[in-house]
């Protein structure tokens, strides 16, 4: 068996291979058949001389990623070690401190495709982010929008959502509008507190200079000289979507984010986010960015759990798609 010793230069070990070395061991489990062992700042390799190229290959990108960015998740090594890497390591656009959130947080942009939506949302003024859930599609476009209002680019920031689990009827719920609508806007909350201290967002949704409101409030309205979020679009029904994407004003940016794998609308409704991304398709200024299971950034059973569904949607489909061609050669 051969031997081969690894010497990480400038990088700590500890930060590199993390809490109880769960990166490295995160590593090696794409590689069963090389015996992997780390002493201080030397990496040991044994097994198959085949084999040893590919790790040594895949471990300087892994390198290359982590002087980089001064960190490297479980995502990122599951990018690396399934792709070639060269997209994770080139992509400048993105990899930027999108914003700076309390506590001194630096948030980024952290996947492939999230950084694609960055670079998408500076090339043009209307974004569609379509993604399972845990991909950052949301959060990733409230921190350009908090960019965007903190740069002066806008003047305000509009966050939006179907409320379509009350039918956009929200009279049975207690308590006055702003309460009725929270639950529904939790998210978008989360996120902003993230970024915003708490006094000060509150002061911010008190003067209007960030806005949450369910989709049917748009109508009529123009929206200017602000950077607009419509989340959960997938919910939205295409005469919703159509009202919505026309408010746009001369000086807006619209961001458009949804997951088609969980759609609520009432059974032969066609989704909005469908129909827009069909007819839009190709239209100049507008991006489309398309988020995928290796962009989930959540617990690590998010994927197998989105892996799992997409299996058994694909089953029933097939099965389906049997049945009729049974049902056309008995005709």
Sequence with gaps: MLERKIEIEG???????????????????YFPKLHVAARGNVLTIAGDEEVMDEFEKKFDLILQLFNKYNTISLNNIDNLMLKDGSDLIGLNN???????GNHGVKI??????????????????????????????????????????????????????????????????????????????????????????????????????????????????????????????????TMQMKMFLTRMGMTAKFAVTGDMSQVDLPNRQRSGLAYALDVLSGVEGIGVVRM???????????KRIIDAFDKEDARVKKLKEEAKKDSKKSE
């Design 11 to 29: 990088i700590n070990p500890a930060e590199l291979f993390g809490v109880n070395n769960n990166k490295l061991k995160h590593i090696k489990a």
């Design 94 to 100: 993105g990899s930027e401190v999108l914003v700076h």
């Design 108 to 237: 980024r942009a952290k996947t492939i495709n999230q950084r694609k939506l960055v670079e998408a949302v500076n090339k043009n003024d209307m974004v569609f982010a379509v993604g399972p859930a845990g991909t950052g599609k949301t959060y990733t476009a409230v921190a350009l929008a908090v960019r965007a209002l903190k740069a002066k680019e806008v003047k305000r920031i509009i966050l939006t959502r179907p409320a379509v689990e009350a039918g956009e009827n929200l009279g049975f719920l207690p308590g006055d509008l702003k309460e009725k609508l929270d639950p529904y806007m939790m998210p978008l909350y989360d996120a902003l507190r993230d970024m915003i201290p708490p006094e000060k967002l509150a002061d911010m949704i008190e003067f209007g200079i960030i806005e949450i409101a369910p989709l049917a409030f748009m109508r009529g309205r123009t929206l200017d000289k602000a950077f607009v979020i419509l989340d959960e679009a997938q919910n939205s029904t």
């Design 292 to 302: 995928g299971q290796a962009d989930v950034i959540r617990h690590k059973l998010v």
